[in-house]
């Protein structure tokens, strides 16, 4: 008799069916369809197993396995219909059996000379050694867009854990929580590049209303980030325990020390850490390590869209949207939305007593300031033409759900329903105009 046993994976399949680029889907499904036999379930087990919700695999091989997992990690690290990035890898995702891309003795000499410079424990260890292998052997082609995006961040940072006296490779850390995306959201709600929950962001004043959430404001949650860790670390007095409990809480890290018999080294409390948080240091150390030595790894980063040092901010003094300004200077909605992803839908409102900025190219700073009196006449010129000042909303009963044809843009949709491109792209919380054949859009017509 043939041995099998069922393998879950129905609902994940729908899952990306319904939300991932048509190529990756087809890969998987070629994958899919070559190891997994639908047909090999026994008469006597599928009369008692739902055949929609179960598929039976009889064999595969990790290279299949490996294939699948990549195109997975892919697709949830650049599309933005996922809310959470597959940074971290588990200990139960290891491949323990990886051929090392870094020799152990080479290893050990560079985190050696790593932990001369840092506060944090980097001491050679197989645990560790399997994480690094896994993320270059696995996630390599990854890190050049990864670093791309580091190239803008890491200097704000820098400057902000230097005025806190935090280890400059704290920096790190937000690389493995957010992947350096500020607008991302985890399954439980945690926002931005440094992951705050609502409370916690409170806790820090970090503003989050219909119109902005300061989560996703670079600067504001790393002056925020800077002050828990400082908390975090003088609860503890160690950084390695800081960085758990940064992300299980300090409760839980104390209970770890506790009930390893009173260890403070990170290594010895790690089995008693819950088990996301036992791969998150390994994680840290592992990208400090690849950061690190990223030239000798053959890893080099993407142009950058742009350096902060490039940028300025100027503070606006009406309620204005990204498509006014972009209306009247020479600069897309696109980089608008990189340089300001605390405003939640492209808006950027006034408050008395409440300061809200605009950050800009910095060559393009002195066109907003000669054009300041028009965008502002221009919003308040669209503002007149609506019943509130802030974007109208309208009854939920006249709106309708249209299904993106072949050939479809922004501008024939509009045309079509006797709307803006701009109403389309807020209702809809969408970033840029980029379409695909099947995807639904809400609409709020004004002619059918």
Known sequence: MKKFFVLSLFSIANLFAQNQPVDSIKEIDLI???IIRKDS???SASDSIPQKKLIVKERYTNDDLKRIDSLLVEAKLYSPLFDSVPYIINDKDLVTNVTPVVTPELLKERLALINQETPFNLAFNPALERVINNYLKYRKKYYPALMSRAKYFFPMFE???????????MKYLAIVESSLRPQIKSRVGATGLWQFMYGTGKQYKLAVNSYVDERQDPVKSTIAACKYLTFLHGLFNDWDLALAAYNSGPGNVLKAIKRSGGYRNYWNIRPFLPRETAGYVPAFYATMYIFKYADELGLYPESPKIFNFQTDTIQVKRTVSFDQIAEK????????????????IDIIPFVKKKKFSIRLPRNKTIDFLEKEK???????AEDSLREKPLPKYFEMDKRIRYKV??????GKIAIKFGVRVKDIKRWNNMRNSNLRAGQRLYIYPRRM
Not at 330 to 343: A, G, H, K
């Open 32 to 34: 899919t369809k070559t």
């Open 41 to 43: 379930i026994p008469n």
């Open 159 to 169: 400057r902000y854990l230097d005025q806190y006296d935090i280890p400059l490779e």
């Open 329 to 344: 200077i020479d600069i897309n909605t696109e980089m608008l939305s990189f340089l300001n992803p605390q405003y939640k």
């Open 374 to 380: 028009e965008i502002y006449a221009l919003a308040a």
């Open 405 to 410: 044809r072949s050939g479809d843009y922004l």
